[in-house]
Every structure is written in structure tokens, then in C-alpha cells.
């Protein structure tokens, strides 16, 4: 997957991706690569000095990136100013410059002034600090109104890589019918770019109606209207994890099914079963979680785990520039 995603950003015009958190290791051996790669070009929030003697300490080549400092920013007023502005009277001028000097308001104002192209943080913070400035300030594509979570699932099995989405895992804890919608519409975008052919299944502890419940029905609901918004993608629910993988099981419990057995698209009816489902399938599955992505927004914005590594700071930076594409 990576292959090909690092040749399509090197077909284009190169990408600017902003790494909030600039004296992070983690953060550095990632821009390191990246610049040796070529294809990217990192900035690094941070004071020069420190991030800077953080590289040398790591013995990271960083010559080539571009590093700011929030407090020395020579167009802060302006950036205070428009952040005013969309703030609508909810932040004053202090209060905006104040949020502006911490790495994740500032980066995401980057992003949002044109300066670069997409976002990259949450190594040393939670998701929360991430969504909120890109909630307030970057805000959801027309047509949307809330942000959803989606990990790429990858492993190498027999030689061949297997790839699936999974979400929201991250973000909506109790989502509404429209919430599920536009999380399964965004999630099959997303899966499209990264090499994915969606079929999508929502997910239940029912298949075909087999169980009465609330969720239940809110899940048949969300796939009714999510067949509607995708006509030209295969849509189905909602169906038991086992039904949407298995064809023996799926054809059995939900016969003439599109989806069902050949599922690679999940929707899950909350965040507690998405998280819960997507680590089990990192931890005793043995793929690798990237994300969440954080779709519905105006501009790539994405989040790191607290727990990550370096290749996965590399291997994020790559997915997010490639939706910038």
C-alpha cells in the first residue's frame, strides 16, 4: 500500500504536512525519513533551538525541514485575526493568542491559512486536543456535521496484504442514524483511496433482524439511508461480524447478500464496539492500526496514538498527505 501511495505523492506537487509536537523523537525519525524520501515536506512546531538540539540528540538529519516557533511567527497578528474570526465571538483576541502559541491550534491554523497542506499530531497528546481545534477551526465539509474515526486495518498474510476500514472506532461515542451515514460514506471514500473496493456492513449483535433492541434498529435504520446516499457501493446490514466475513456463514444468515462474507468496510453501532473490534483485530489479528483518520473535515487533520513509534509517525504522515491528493 505504501509503495504506491509514496509514488502518487511523488507524481504531484510536493505536499506540506505540519508535525505539532517538533521536539518529539518519535516525531523527528519520521521527518528524517521523510526528507531522505523526498516526497514530503515536514514543518516542525517548535522552538528552533530545542528542536534543533532534540534532532542532534537523536542523530536525526533534519536539515530541509522547516521549523517554527509560535512565539516568533512574523504573521501571528493575522493568524490572530482570522482565528477571531471563526472563532465568532467565541474566543477573544487574547484568548486566541494565547491558544495559538501551543503547538496544535497553531499547526492547525497552518493548515487552514494555506500554509500547509495537512496535520499531523497527537504523539504527546490526546485525540481530544487534536479534533477540537480542527472542529473549531478547519470544521466539516458541507454536507457533514460531525467527524468520525477510521483505522486502516493492514497485514501481510501468505504474501498477500490484506486491507480493511473499521469505523467510527475513535471519535462519536453514541452515534445517530445521520452520524452513521456520513461516517459510512466518509470511511468508503477513505477505503477507495487507500486500495480498498468497499463493501460496507453495518455491524450488529443481530443479523437480519434475528435480535430486537434499540441498536439494532438503529443500525437497519443508518443502512437504509446509507444505501441510499451509495447507490453505486455495495451496502448491507445489519449483520454480525462472522456474517459480514465469512461467505459460509454470511450466505447462511443472510442469503442473496452483496456484503455479506465478503465485507472489507465495517460500520460499528458506537465507539465502545469499534475500539474494542479494532484492537482485537491488531492484537491477536496481528494487523496494523492506522489512524484514526479523522474524516468529514476541510482539510486532512490526523491523529497519533500516545503509544506510537516512529514508523507509524512515518507511515501516517504518508496516508494523511495522500488526502491531500
Request: one cysteine or more.
Amino acid at each position: 500500500m505504501f509503495e504506491e501511495l509514496i509514488e502518487a505523492l511523488k507524481a504531484a506537487e510536493k505536499k506540506t504536512i505540519v508535525f505539532t509536537e517538533g521536539t518529539d523523537a518519535r516525531i523527528l525519525e519520521a521527518a528524517d525519513r521523510l526528507l531522505k524520501g523526498g516526497f514530503l515536506q515536514p514543518i516542525l512546531v517548535g522552538v528552533v533551538e530545542d528542536v534543533k538540539a532534540a534532532a542532534k540528540a537523536g542523530g536525526f538529519e533534519i536539515e530541509g525541514a522547516e521549523i517554527i516557533d509560535p512565539a516568533a511567527y512574523p504573521e501571528m497578528d493575522a493568524m490572530v485575526e482570522r482565528m477571531v474570526e471563526l472563532r465568532k465571538g467565541k474566543m477573544s483576541p487574547e484568548d486566541c493568542r494565547k491558544n495559538l502559541l501551543k503547538g496544535n491550534y497553531f499547526g492547525t491554523m497552518l493548515v487552514k491559512m494555506g500554509k500547509a497542506d495537512c496535520l499531523l499530531g497527537g504523539a504527546t497528546y490526546s485525540t481530544a486536543d487534536t479534533v477540537r481545534p480542527a472542529l473549531q477551526l478547519i470544521k466539516c465539509k458541507p454536507g457533514n456535521s460531525n467527524v468520525s474515526g477510521t483505522f486502516i486495518m493492514v497485514r501481510e498474510k501468505d504474501g498477500v496484504e490484506e486491507k480493511y476500514a473499521m469505523g467510527d472506532c475513535a471519535i462519536t461515542i453514541h452515534p445517530t442514524v445521520d452520524q452513521l451515514v456520513e461516517s459510512a460514506v466518509e470511511t468508503a471514500k477513505v477505503a477507495k483511496k487507500f486500495g480498498i473496493d468497499p463493501k460496507v456492513a453495518f455491524l450488529s449483535f443481530s443479523t437480519k433482524g434475528s435480535a430486537k433492541d434499540d441498536t439494532v434498529t438503529l443500525m437497519q435504520n443508518a443502512c437504509a439511508k446509507a444505501k441510499a446516499a451509495m447507490p453505486d457501493v455495495p451496502v448491507d446490514g445489519e449483520m454480525q461480524f462472522d456474517a459480514a466475513v465469512s461467505p459460509t456463514v454470511g450466505q447462511l444468515k443472510f442469503p442473496g447478500s452483496p456484503v455479506a462474507g465478503y465485507a472489507n468496510t465495517f460500520i460499528f453501532p458506537d465507539v465502545n464496539a469499534g475500539n474494542i473490534g479494532y484492537k482485537i483485530a491488531q492484537r491477536f489479528g496481528g494487523f496494523a492500526a492506522y489512524g484514526p483518520l479523522l474524516l468529514g473535515l476541510n482539510a486532512p487533520i490526523n491523529d497519533l496514538s500516545r503509544g506510537c513509534v516512529a514508523d507509524e509517525v512515518y507511515k501516517m504522515a504518508i496516508i494523511t498527505a495522500s488526502q491531500a491528493l
